[in-house]
Nanobody, 116 residues
Framework: QVQLVESGGGLVQAGGSLRLSCLAS????????MGWYRQAPGNQRELVAR???????NYADSVKGRFTISRDNANGTVYLQMNSLKPEDTAVYYC??????????WGQGTQVTVSS
């Protein structure tokens, strides 16, 4: 069972930056995808960004050019650098990992609030 611990959320003004971190521990072998999803009140959870073990990334159109995902495979950590934040980025951000056989795990979520 993979355990995920997120950190780095908070309150920031529009135009500001935040960096989210997610540390995966226990049974991290076999992880292929690491990523971030978000869920705003009344909305479905959506993919923000994802990165493979080989470094291939994909982003939601709404964050392209503003957010950057990266990972440290040796330490089982994935990061999300968020720049030029907008009020519409306000949401609970969840770390997600997926193993090659399909099993996936979620973090507890970290709140990001962007004030206008």
């Amino acid at each position: 069972q993979v355990q995920l611990v997120e950190s780095g959320g908070g309150l920031v003004q529009a135009g500001g930056s935040l960096r989210l971190s997610c540390l995966a521990s226990k049974s991290i072998s076999g992880i292929v995808h690491m990523g971030w999803y978000r869920q705003a009140p009344g909305n479905q959870r959506e993919l923000v960004a994802r990165i493979t073990t080989g470094g291939i990334t994909n982003y939601a159109d709404s964050v392209k050019g503003r957010f950057t995902i990266s990972r440290d495979n040796a330490n089982g950590t994935v990061y999300l650098q968020m720049n030029s934040l907008k009020p519409e980025d306000t949401a609970v951000y969840y770390c997600n990992v997926r193993k090659y056989w399909g099993a996936e795990y979620w973090g507890q979520g970290t709140q990001v609030t962007v004030s206008s």
